[in-house]
């Protein structure tokens, strides 16, 4: 495994917002984590790129216990967040933005191949790169944010709402691309409201309600499952 | 550390792109620069002069104040504008009691080299052995008010750096044989050296080479802040800035960079306490009072903060509007402007907020950042 939550608790001061959540995301897979706002999504990304401290429970990423490992650490042995709510630098120029991602690196050539890289896989980036990342549409940031967290060269990315507030054009192309970047050998965890892309493009997911997870199962099992289908699909 | 790859890339076209004399400057070849450069260095190497100048001359200079030391002044607030603004520009920490730090210089100073100190049978240094070792103890002290403040952002970090200046204060109103109240030091040394006539070269009547010192320090500085905010500590300082968490998920290690910002900005403070001591031969708590910070930031976010000429024009504008206003009185009550200074500033100050809120030179990146912070409070 890549990635193993064990029994990972975590509380923002008295506020208990994760309740010993296992789960595992094996190389090379894409695995979604669903829920509705506040059941805790966020909450475990931020415990696995180390922004938050868990409380109880370990995580090992690697083989090797992560759980008390400082969150700049955690990206040099692989692990990269597109963070929620886009979190680009707005006073930097796309390449900028994309540089910053790859903060960790040293070797010039292999980073100035994967911002080629970004560039095929967003084409827009390309051309908005001397452009500040505050003056880009919500669409664009979000590219940006996946393509700066792709910098780092990461064995394990983590996405946080990919999809949030953009057009359904714009929903179906970003998923698109996750999906490439996953067959490049990436391995994706991410985090969704739109359960039914996130489900049908996933190979497995787990559902989180209140800090707690209440189901896994591979994406199409979910996408079937009555009780999901009702809770997170809107469809009767 | 400047073989990693973040060094930041030539923007020359995307920031600099228009508008302004900081435009203008920015789109000029090195050459032009750098004559620009050198004039501005020695227009203020002349300065001590400007009474000379006909006509424009004797608006420029001070009535109230004798004109060397009103520029001395200016070079001491300078530098706490510069240093006030690698945290607060730079790194974005908000910090109210930059005071704090220039206390501690001076007081360092003092207290290894004056009569009055408790420490004189044991030191009784000159100034120029004295300044490293307060500098020391300031940095030292800026890392002691980082440490426990790294978790800290925005208000709270603020009250809690207001509350550290004014510790400062207080220990020194408080300890009559240590820091010495109202009484002070006296008898601090000043800065070395003697001219050709064996007159020592830093005396009492002309503060003309104490702001040619100044100047000199400010030099050093503008240099060396330049070189770092270019390097891979400016980029750390710039993510932090813009987006802590974001930053975080980068790799960049913030509390590290947050504490280098504290130490960098506590030193340049307390190279102004140092200057400050020297020249002045006598502190005293009066001296330190949380205004002069207030001032201070007010300086910065005038002049723009994140931009370093921002901050010096800032810097030098704080204590020179108080100065002008020295010694010329008002039209109907005839009391001298000074005491209106604060009045006065205010009404300045919210002038150029509402006509210019990025500042009078704005740093073309937090432009961005308020524009960007507006989008968060009202989405469109």
Same mark, same amino acid.
């Given at each position: 495994?890549?990635?193993?939550?064990?029994?990972?608790?975590?509380?923002?001061?008295?506020?208990?917002?994760?309740?010993?959540?296992?789960?595992?995301?094996?190389?090379?897979?894409?695995?979604?984590?669903?829920?509705?706002?506040?059941?805790?999504?966020?909450?475990?990304?931020?415990?696995?790129?180390?922004?938050?401290?868990?409380?109880?429970?370990?995580?090992?990423?690697?083989?090797?216990?992560?759980?008390?490992?400082?969150?700049?650490?955690?990206?040099?042995?692989?692990?990269?967040?597109?963070?929620?709510?886009?979190?680009?630098?707005?006073?930097?120029?796309?390449?900028?933005?994309?540089?910053?991602?790859?903060?960790?690196?040293?070797?010039?050539?292999?980073?100035?191949?994967?911002?080629?890289?970004?560039?095929?896989?967003?084409?827009?980036?390309?051309?908005?790169?001397?452009?500040?990342?505050?003056?880009?549409?919500?669409?664009?940031?979000?590219?940006?944010?996946?393509?700066?967290?792709?910098?780092?060269?990461?064995?394990?990315?983590?996405?946080?709402?990919?999809?949030?507030?953009?057009?359904?054009?714009?929903?179906?192309?970003?998923?698109?691309?996750?999906?490439?970047?996953?067959?490049?050998?990436?391995?994706?965890?991410?985090?969704?409201?739109?359960?039914?892309?996130?489900?049908?493009?996933?190979?497995?997911?787990?559902?989180?309600?209140?800090?707690?997870?209440?189901?896994?199962?591979?994406?199409?099992?979910?996408?079937?499952?009555?009780?999901?289908?009702?809770?997170?699909?809107?469809?009767? | 550390?400047?073989?990693?790859?973040?060094?930041?890339?030539?923007?020359?076209?995307?920031?600099? @792109?228009?508008?302004?004399?900081?435009?203008?400057?920015?789109?000029?070849?090195?050459?032009?620069?750098?004559?620009?450069?050198?004039?501005?260095?020695?227009?203020?190497?002349?300065?001590?002069?400007?009474?000379?100048?006909?006509?424009?001359?004797?608006?420029?200079?001070?009535?109230?104040?004798?004109?060397?030391?009103?520029?001395?002044?200016?070079?001491?607030?300078?530098?706490?504008?510069?240093?006030?603004?690698?945290?607060?520009?730079?790194?974005?920490?908000?910090?109210?009691?930059?005071?704090?730090?220039?206390?501690?210089?001076?007081?360092?100073?003092?207290?290894?080299?004056?009569?009055?100190?408790?420490?004189?049978?044991?030191?009784?240094?000159?100034?120029?052995?004295?300044?490293?070792?307060?500098?020391?103890?300031?940095?030292?002290?800026?890392?002691?008010?980082?440490?426990?403040?790294?978790?800290?952002? @925005?208000?709270?970090?603020?009250?809690?750096?207001?509350?550290?200046?004014?510790?400062?204060?207080?220990?020194?109103?408080?300890?009559?044989?240590?820091?010495?109240?109202?009484?002070?030091?006296?008898?601090?040394?000043?800065?070395?050296?003697?001219?050709?006539?064996?007159?020592?070269?830093?005396?009492?009547?002309?503060?003309?080479?104490?702001?040619?010192?100044?100047?000199?320090?400010?030099?050093?500085?503008?240099?060396?802040?330049?070189?770092?905010?270019?390097?891979?500590?400016?980029?750390?300082?710039?993510?932090?800035?813009?987006?802590?968490?974001?930053?975080?998920?980068?790799?960049?290690?913030?509390?590290?960079?947050?504490?280098?910002?504290?130490?960098?900005?506590?030193?340049?403070?307390?190279?102004?306490?140092?200057?400050?001591?020297?020249?002045?031969?006598?502190?005293?708590?009066?001296?330190?009072?949380?205004?002069?910070?207030?001032?201070?930031?007010?300086?910065?976010?005038?002049?723009?903060?994140?931009?370093?000429?921002?901050?010096?024009?800032?810097?030098?504008?704080?204590?020179?509007?108080?100065?002008?206003?020295?010694?010329?009185?008002?039209?109907?009550?005839?009391?001298?402007?000074?005491?209106?200074?604060?009045?006065?500033?205010?009404?300045?100050?919210?002038?150029?907020?509402?006509?210019?809120?990025?500042?009078?030179?704005?740093?073309?990146?937090?432009?961005?950042?308020?524009?960007?912070?507006?989008?968060?409070?009202?989405?469109?």
């Amino acid at each position: 495994m890549l990635l193993e939550l064990d029994n990972v608790s975590l509380a923002y001061g008295r506020i208990q917002a994760l309740h010993g959540i296992s789960l595992n995301v094996a190389q090379g897979e894409i695995v979604a984590l669903i829920g509705a706002n506040g059941a805790g999504k966020s909450t475990t990304m931020r415990a696995i790129s180390g922004l938050r401290p868990v409380s109880e429970g370990s995580i090992r990423f690697d083989g090797q216990d992560i759980s008390k490992l400082r969150a700049d650490l955690r990206v040099v042995r692989g692990v990269s967040q597109s963070p929620e709510g886009r979190g680009i630098f707005p006073g930097m120029s796309v390449r900028e933005n994309l540089e910053m991602g790859a903060y960790t690196r040293k070797n010039r050539a292999e980073i100035s191949e994967d911002l080629e890289r970004v560039f095929t896989l967003f084409p827009r980036m390309k051309e908005r790169e001397k452009q500040s990342g505050g003056t880009l549409s919500g669409g664009e940031q979000q590219m940006l944010a996946v393509g700066r967290a792709l910098m780092s060269r990461p064995k394990l990315l983590l996405l946080d709402e990919p999809s949030m507030g953009l057009a359904p054009m714009l929903i179906q192309q970003i998923f698109d691309i996750i999906v490439e970047i996953n067959e490049q050998g990436t391995t994706v965890l991410l985090v969704e409201q739109n359960a039914q892309q996130a489900l049908s493009r996933a190979h497995r997911a787990y559902v989180l309600e209140t800090g707690r997870i209440v189901k896994e199962g591979t994406g199409a099992e979910l996408l079937h499952d009555p009780a999901v289908k009702d809770a997170y699909l809107g469809v009767a | 550390m400047s073989d990693t790859a973040v060094a930041p890339s030539k923007e020359k076209t995307s920031f600099r @792109g228009n508008g302004g004399v900081r435009g203008w400057f920015g789109r000029q070849p090195t050459w032009v620069r750098a004559i620009v450069t050198v004039v501005a260095l020695v227009l203020a190497i002349l300065l001590p002069y400007a009474g000379d100048v006909p006509l424009i001359g004797p608006q420029i200079v001070t009535q109230g104040i004798d004109w060397p030391s009103s520029l001395f002044n200016m070079s001491y607030y300078v530098l706490l504008a510069l240093g006030l603004n690698v945290v607060v520009g730079y790194a974005g920490l908000l910090d109210l009691g930059y005071v704090g730090f220039f206390a501690i210089g001076a007081y360092g100073t003092a207290l290894l080299t004056s009569r009055d100190s408790l420490l004189y049978a044991h030191s009784g240094w000159s100034w120029l052995a004295a300044a490293p070792v307060a500098l020391a103890i300031t940095m030292a002290a800026g890392l002691i008010l980082g440490w426990p403040t790294l978790r800290l952002r @925005g208000d709270y970090l603020a009250i809690v750096t207001l509350g550290f200046a004014e510790i400062i204060r207080i220990v020194a109103t408080s300890t009559p044989n240590f820091l010495r109240g109202d009484r002070g030091f006296t008898n601090i040394p000043h800065p070395p050296g003697q001219g050709s006539d064996g007159k020592p070269i830093f005396g009492v009547t002309d503060a003309t080479p104490y702001f040619w010192l100044g100047l000199g320090v400010i030099v050093v500085v503008i240099l060396g802040v330049r070189n770092l905010d270019r390097s891979r500590v400016g980029r750390s300082w710039l993510a932090i800035r813009e987006d802590e968490e974001a930053a975080e998920i980068m790799g960049v290690r913030t509390t590290r960079f947050k504490l280098w910002a504290f130490a960098i900005g506590a030193f340049i403070g307390g190279l102004g306490g140092v200057l400050f001591a020297g020249e002045q031969g006598f502190i005293n708590s009066q001296t330190f009072v949380l205004q002069f910070s207030i001032l201070v930031l007010a300086g910065v976010v005038m002049g723009g903060s994140g931009n370093m000429a921002g901050a010096i024009l800032g810097g030098a504008l704080i204590s020179y509007i108080p100065d002008r206003l020295r010694g010329i009185s008002d039209p109907f009550f005839h009391t001298d402007l000074y005491e209106y200074r604060f009045a006065i500033f205010g009404v300045v100050i919210i002038v150029i907020m509402v006509l210019r809120p990025q500042g009078l030179i704005p740093s073309r990146r937090r432009a961005m950042e308020l524009k960007d912070r507006e989008k968060e409070v009202a989405p469109q």
